[in-house]
């Protein structure tokens, strides 16, 4: 599957944004989704994973109850909706496909997109 992130920006603290990840060459509702972001100077880590049918997800500690990941399979897209967004949050995200598993692991993800900047200024 092949995939194409977007909808990065430039954002004061406190605003929102909602990257998209839109999927092609495979059945999309086959995938696990996952979103990773990798800051400046540190390791990429998953911020959130979503179920192939979208009824479980996974956030990671630091976004709890400020992002939201979802998905429209007719659409093959998945979405993350940040919220209440923290100069922290400024990182390279990436969306990531899975076929097999619901994991915030990277090993498990083989197709990746290119990456959306998302800056937050305080």
């Known amino acids: 599957v092949q995939l194409q992130a977007s909808g990065g920006g430039l954002v004061q603290a406190g605003g929102s944004l909602r990257l998209s990840c839109a999927a092609s060459g495979q059945t999309f509702s086959r995938y696990f989704m996952g979103w990773f972001r990798q800051a400046p100077g540190k390791e990429r880590e998953c911020v959130a994973v979503?179920?192939?049918?979208?009824?479980?997800?996974y956030y990671v500690d630091s976004v709890k109850g400020r992002f939201t990941v979802s998905r429209d399979n007719a659409k093959n897209t998945v979405y993350l909706q940040m919220n209440s967004l923290k100069p922290e949050d400024t990182a390279v995200y990436y969306c990531?496909?899975?076929?097999?598993?619901?994991?915030?692991?990277?090993?498990?993800?083989?197709?990746w997109g290119q990456g959306t900047l998302v800056t937050v200024s305080s």
């Open positions: 990531a496909a899975n076929l097999f598993q619901f994991t915030q692991s990277e090993e498990g993800y083989k197709s």
């Open positions: 979503i179920s192939r049918s979208g009824s479980s997800t």
